[in-house]
């Protein structure tokens, strides 16, 4: 029954892993008198890296994650490996436009921030304090134009080496922990 052979003489079979709405995620921080603290996926396909993601959200206490139904990776054994477990303590939805869902985020009061090369301002600089939706693109294209267009500000992480990029999960770190350091 195990897929990777590594399953060390123990098997759990467990229903498929329960994905909510974005109001749910919305609720929750309302249930605790906080402003929202969401991160949208935009197209990440590795389920490491969608895993290592979650780990570092749900030790962040952000309140949900976003992802969407098509091109991404999606919550799997190697996602729930790689997040240490987090993902039973993470709220996360699966949407099917996300464009639509930051609409939706904005009609709630949710600043929209995007991550992209292309901006500006770095990510120390902006403000990145109250209702907050980070917004994280694929491992090797970043964020699609029209999401790019859609958020409210974009930030980016300095680059001083010969390498121009970091992991998509590395980048969401980053970003996620500067917020936490800011919401102090």
């Given at each position: 029954?195990?897929?990777?052979?590594?399953?060390?003489?123990?098997?759990?079979?467990?229903?498929?892993?329960?994905?909510?709405?974005?109001?749910?995620?919305?609720?929750?921080?309302?249930?605790?008198?906080?402003?929202?603290?969401?991160?949208?996926?935009?197209?990440?396909?590795?389920?490491?890296?969608?895993?290592?993601?979650?780990?570092?959200?749900?030790?962040?206490?952000?309140h949900g994650l976003i992802i969407p139904k098509r091109r991404?990776?999606?919550?799997?054994?190697?996602?729930?490996?790689?997040?240490?477990?987090?993902?039973?303590?993470?709220?996360?939805?699966?949407?099917?436009?996300?464009?639509?869902?930051?609409?939706?985020?904005?009609?709630?009061?949710?600043?929209?921030?995007?991550?992209?090369?292309?901006?500006?301002?770095?990510?120390?600089?902006?403000?990145?304090?109250?209702?907050?939706?980070?917004?994280?693109?694929?491992e090797g294209f970043g964020m699609s134009r029209l999401i790019?267009?859609?958020?409210?500000?974009?930030?980016?992480?300095?680059?001083?080496?010969?390498?121009?990029?970091?992991?998509?999960?590395?980048?969401?770190?980053?970003?996620?922990?500067?917020?936490?350091?800011?919401?102090?």
């Open positions: 029954m195990s897929q990777t052979g590594n399953c060390q003489g123990v098997i759990a079979i467990v229903p498929p892993f329960e994905y909510c709405d974005v109001e749910d995620i919305l609720d929750f921080a309302k249930s605790k008198n906080e402003d929202p603290f969401i991160i949208i996926l935009d197209g990440i396909e590795d389920p490491h890296n969608l895993g290592s993601i979650i780990r570092t959200a749900e030790t962040a206490g952000c991404a990776a999606g919550v799997n054994s190697t996602v729930n490996k790689t997040s240490a477990g987090a993902v039973e303590h993470m709220k996360i939805a699966r949407v099917n436009n996300l464009n639509e869902t930051i609409n939706y985020l904005k009609q709630n009061d949710v600043w929209i921030c995007g991550t992209d090369m292309e901006t500006n301002t770095y990510y120390y600089n902006q403000d990145l304090k109250g209702p907050l939706a980070i917004v994280i693109g694929s790019k267009e859609n958020c409210d500000f974009l930030i980016k992480i300095p680059m001083k080496g010969k390498i121009t990029s970091l992991n998509a999960s590395i980048s969401a770190g980053i970003i996620i922990y500067e917020a936490v350091k800011q919401r102090k």
